[in-house]
């Protein structure tokens, strides 16, 4: 009897997805297994809805964003009986194995089936790229470049109606996109969660700048960053997901009203939003999709289960389920400030 391995994509969903999906069944069917995808991340698990993959239905995925297993933040850790319903389902469907992709709360669900029984292994997924235990996440960078040619744009015309633009960017519970995108953009002024804000000390700066004759500003703010001195908080009264997140956005619009308020500098915002998850993976997504596609299927091959595959400097490698599902990884002190250096001092 060929082993049969499934697959899910489970969380928000980022460019790379189908790369990865791609890789595993293309490294899968020719060593004999047979493929199952499970549809709409841990919902599909429980609700028994699975198709079967082959190589025409990943062909010609590779540069595609989203994912072809569409994807759910469906808590099976809520669900009475969750993690019983989706062994029983592997099981009616001769699953023998499971990749998981996905971000912390789909590893977290992928270690309690590994600690129940499953032979599971992780693959590391999030733009927001602050999962434990690995360098990079897959589609980060993407998410970087579009956020980068954003700023690049909202420069011109920020610089021709003399106006602070404020940039609000994803990063739930740390900055990286923000530091990142910040950085190569040249913003002159980067919040992030790991930072608290000085809403005085932003203006300040926004007014040496101006006060040396520039007439306009960038400033990137990553969505889960708390204004304290804000009139109003940015997320009050908005939905929570299965896994106790809330919906996020509208710091941005906080911090512009703030920064007018206090400068008198006209001050416009962009929410940058879904854009960033949208579309083409880059290259370097890509490339990292498919080495991490095929290490865990390598590590399905070698039976050494409950594990994530990770990148450490350009080695992949593989970390407990576990160590992946710690807090979030933050922005280092190093990286911030080294980008804080080109605050207001150009
Ligand atoms: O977790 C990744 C992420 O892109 C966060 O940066 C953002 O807060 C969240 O997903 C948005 O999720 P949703 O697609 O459910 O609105």
Redesign the pocket.
């Known amino acids: 009897m060929p082993k049969t391995v499934g697959i899910l994509t489970g ?2 969903d980022c460019p790379g997805l189908n790369a990865v999906i791609r890789a595993v069944v293309r490294r899968a069917i020719p060593l004999g297994y047979d493929m199952i995808g499970i549809l709409e991340g841990w919902r599909g698990a429980l609700e028994n809805n699975m198709e079967r993959l082959n190589l025409d239905k990943v062909s010609g995925i590779i540069y595609r964003g989203g994912t072809i297993l569409r994807t759910s ?1 469906t808590n099976p850790l809520k669900r009475p009986n969750g993690l019983s319903i989706i062994k029983e389902n592997l099981q009616i469907n001769g699953i023998d194995f499971l990749v998981a992709i996905g ?1 912390d709360d789909t590893q977290r669900v992928s270690d309690s089936l590994f600690q129940d029984g499953v032979p599971v292994v992780g693959v590391p997924k ?3 790229n602050d999962l434990q235990g690995t360098d990079y996440c897959f589609g980060f960078d993407t998410a970087v470049s579009i956020a980068t040619e954003a700023i690049d744009r909202l420069h011109s015309t920020a610089e021709a109606h003399n106006r602070v633009m404020v940039v609000e960017v ?3 519970d740390t900055g990286w996109i923000a530091v990142a995108s910040g950085m190569a953009g040249g913003a002159d002024m980067i919040l992030i969660p790991e930072r608290p804000v000085d809403l005085h000390e932003v203006c300040r700066v926004l007014r040496k700048r101006h006060g040396r004759g520039k007439y306009f500003s960038i400033v990137v703010v990553a ?1 889960g960053v708390k204004l304290p001195e804000a009139e109003k908080p940015a997320d009050a009264g908005q939905p929570t ?1 299965e896994f106790g997140h809330v ?2 956005g509208g710091v941005g619009d906080a911090l512009a009203h703030e920064i007018e308020k206090r400068t008198g500098f006209e001050t416009r915002v962009v929410t940058l939003g ?1 854009v960033q ?1 949208g579309g083409s993976p880059t290259a370097f997504d890509r490339i990292l999709a498919t080495r991490f596609g095929v290490a865990a299927m390598n590590l399905i091959l070698e039976h050494n289960f409950g594990k994530m595959v990770a990148l450490k400097g350009n080695e992949i490698v593989a970390i407990p389920l576990s160590e992946a599902t710690k807090e979030p990884r933050r922005v280092t002190p190093e990286l911030y400030d080294t980008a804080a250096v080109f605050f207001g001092s150009g």
């Open positions: 969380g928000g933040r971000g999030t733009i927001d994803m990063g739930r969505e997901d919906r996020l879904h998850r």
